[in-house]
């Protein structure tokens, strides 16, 4: 089940979905690949003197790799699965069916694209997560970024989460795990430059995120510039000490 997305395909779900959530009662984000495009296109945040600031990564590593689904972190106490059926039950363009693999128990959410009725191959799988999973750090409202109407994770954790996910593709057995590390490298390149262009760095961030995610960022970092070490320039414009 696949079909060509496009970049509107893509928005237009994160918009529907993070609404139907918050008319819900929940607050969430976009992260991902979704979520590193927005950051990596927006340039209202970059101060006019960093726009002309030439960056140390090529030209050709600016461009996020192009999503193939939607992921939502939804900062509530609530299963991932409780969050999925009250979306479905919300808004009849979303449905869940069973994974293909018989060893998990949980659904999956699924977006009906325009032309679906014509098409049912014009949909677009929704990863539904909440924290701790993978990772996911407490995200509050304020600190949300919103892009084109469209609520988005901050660079520094979506950063950090990139990072992870690189990781745990990397070590993966599944083939189709590992494939995804090129294009995991090329995201984290591209939020890389959006970070430096907006002047994030590590010592402010300590203000925001709990020492636990600090820590956890500081070691996914070091475990990445030990198979990129072109990135360390990168990094420690960030203040990070590699």
């Known amino acids: 089940m696949s079909c060509d997305l496009s970049w509107g395909d893509l928005t237009r779900a994160a918009y529907i ?23 990596a296109e927006d340039i209202t945040r970059i101060p006019s003197v960093r726009m002309v ?110 990072i992870r996910g690189w990781w745990f593709h990397r070590r993966s057995r599944r083939p189709d795990f590992r494939v995804k590390e090129p294009g995991d490298v090329e995201d984290i390149r591209c939020l890389l430059t959006q970070a430096g262009y907006e002047g994030i760095n590590l010592y402010n961030e300590r203000d925001t995120w709990d020492c636990y995610f600090i820590e956890v960022a500081e070691n996914t970092v070091r475990r990445l510039l030990e198979y990129y070490p072109n990135l360390v320039e990168g990094f420690e414009t960030l203040d990070f000490d590699v």
């Open 53 to 162: 600031w030439l960056c140390y990564l090529p030209s050709s590593a600016q461009k996020c790799v192009f999503p193939k689904d939607l992921d939502i972190a939804v900062m509530t106490d609530d299963d991932a699965e409780r969050v999925k059926e009250a979306i479905e039950d919300a808004d009849e363009r979303f449905y869940t069916q069973s994974s293909r693999f018989t060893s998990k128990t949980h659904r999956k959410l699924f977006f009906r694209l325009p032309g679906y009725s014509f098409d049912e191959r014009r949909v677009l799988k929704v990863d539904i997560l909440v924290p701790p999973t993978v990772g996911i750090p407490w995200v509050y409202p304020s600190s949300i970024d919103v892009i084109n109407n469209i609520p988005v994770m901050p660079i520094f954790p979506l950063l950090v989460l990139k």
């Open 17 to 39: 979905t993070t609404r139907v959530l918050k008319r819900q009662g929940y607050t969430s984000c976009v992260f991902g690949g979704v979520a590193a495009s927005l950051q």
